[in-house]
Every structure is written in structure tokens, then in C-alpha cells.
């Protein structure tokens, strides 16, 4: 089945600090991957996605390279602010169909100033 | 910004009563699903419907919960009766199309406390 691995949190960084968060992941076919930010008490928004191998999809600071040849798509940022503390997550659609995303069990971020 | 409306926003219930939660999708989008996020989890879908058809529903626990599109636009997740394992936050999103080239954009989701 498909399913998608995401590194434990909480994780805790310091403002301006690098941050990297794993996400692995299982599929039939080539699926399509996102990240997903959600801020305390709201819904989910879309942080950035790749569709196909060696895309990269960025937003707001944020990058992930979709790597095929080790079924990964890491989320990385260079400076990270206070604003950023959220909970992500990383998800799929299969195939790039019509499915629905599956998704992680999402990584606690915590910046300190 | 075009979004996607659910309500109630908070719901606390009792063990065994009914309880049923909306969703309006972003005009014109075809699909619509229902997840559900129990607290430090990720969301799981429970049902997808394309315009008033349901596509999926192989996750939703069909004995106590129900779904319904009628008109292919709004939609009713219903749960009765409620459980307390049934307590998480249900979220509902919408998307233009049924691929993924097309965003999937989420409602703020309605906070479900079965007592």
C-alpha cells in the first residue's frame, strides 16, 4: 500500500537556525508529493509539491527535490523564523491520479527566538 | 481568496448522539473530500466524491457514519451514533479537478468532543 514516513518531532531550532525535515515514502507508480503546513486550531495549507522525479517545488523559503532513486522528499529551509512553527506534513496521491492524498503523521516544528 | 467553508467550527457531543458536519467547496470544484485528523496524527481520508458521486468511501466506517453531496456542491458528513473514539477534527477539502496538477484546498476544519 502507500504510505509516507515522516521524522518524529517535536523538533526544536533556534530563529535564523537550518532546518531539515525527512519524509520517505511508498508508492505504486510515480506519485505526486506535497508538503502541507497546519498552524494551531486551523486547517491544512498547501506548502509547495512536485509532480514528477528531480522537480523541486518551492515556497516562502521552503524547498523539496522529489528523489525517485531513494523515494524521499526532505524539506529544507536556510533561516528559519519564529513564524514558521507549525506542524508539516508530508503526502502523496498516487500515480498523479485522482486519489486522495495520504499522508504523514506530521513533524512539530518549534522555533525559539 | 476562494475558500472552502465547514461548520460547525467546534462540536461537543454525547456518546451515542447524532452529529453531522458541513462543508461548502470553493465554487466550481468537482471534488470534495472528508478527512479525519485524530489529535497528533495525520489526516485520513474517509470519503471522496466526484460532484454528487462518491468515489471512495472505502475508509468510512459505514455502520455509524454517512455522506452526502445531493446537488454536487455542499456536503453532510453525518455520525450517529457518535463514539468517544470518534473525537478528532474533521476536515473537509475541495480540488478543481480530480488530479493532482490541481490544488486541494482545505477547510479550518470543525474540532468534534464526544463526551
Known amino acids: 500500500g502507500n504510505s509516507v514516513t515522516q521524522m518524529e518531532g517535536p523538533v526544536t531550532l533556534s530563529e535564523e537556525a537550518f532546518l531539515t525535515i525527512n519524509c520517505t515514502y511508498t508508492a505504486t507508480g510515480y506519485p505526486s508529493l506535497f508538503w502541507y503546513v497546519q498552524y494551531p486550531g486551523e486547517g491544512l495549507q498547501l506548502l509547495l509539491k512536485?509532480?514528477?522525479?528531480?522537480d523541486k517545488g518551492s515556497n516562502k523559503g521552503f524547498e523539496a527535490t522529489y528523489r525517485k532513486e531513494t523515494t524521499s522528499f526532505h524539506l529544507e529551509k536556510g533561516s528559519v523564523q519564529v513564524s514558521d512553527s507549525a506542524v508539516y506534513f508530508c503526502?502523496?496521491?498516487?500515480?498523479?491520479?485522482?486519489?486522495?492524498?495520504?499522508f504523514g503523521k506530521g513533524t512539530h516544528l518549534i522555533i525559539q527566538p | 481568496e476562494a475558500e472552502v467553508a465547514q461548520s460547525p467550527r467546534y462540536k461537543i457531543t454525547e456518546k451515542s448522539q447524532a452529529v453531522a458536519f458541513w462543508c461548502d467547496p470553493i465554487s466550481g470544484h468537482a471534488t470534495l473530500y472528508w478527512y479525519r485528523q485524530i489529535l497528533g496524527q495525520g489526516p485520513e481520508l474517509l470519503v471522496q466524491f466526484q460532484d454528487e458521486s462518491v468515489v471512495d468511501d472505502s475508509q468510512l466506517p459505514k455502520d455509524r457514519f454517512s455522506a452526502e453531496r445531493l446537488k454536487g456542491v455542499d456536503s453532510t458528513l453525518k455520525i450517529q451514533p457518535a463514539e468517544l473514539g470518534d473525537s478528532a477534527m474533521y476536515l473537509c477539502a475541495s480540488s478543481l479537478g480530480g488530479t493532482s496538477n490541481y490544488g486541494y484546498t482545505f477547510g479550518s476544519g470543525t474540532r468534534l468532543t464526544v463526551v
Open positions: 503526502a502523496l496521491i498516487p500515480g498523479g491520479g485522482a486519489d486522495g492524498l495520504t
Open positions: 512536485a509532480t514528477k522525479a528531480d
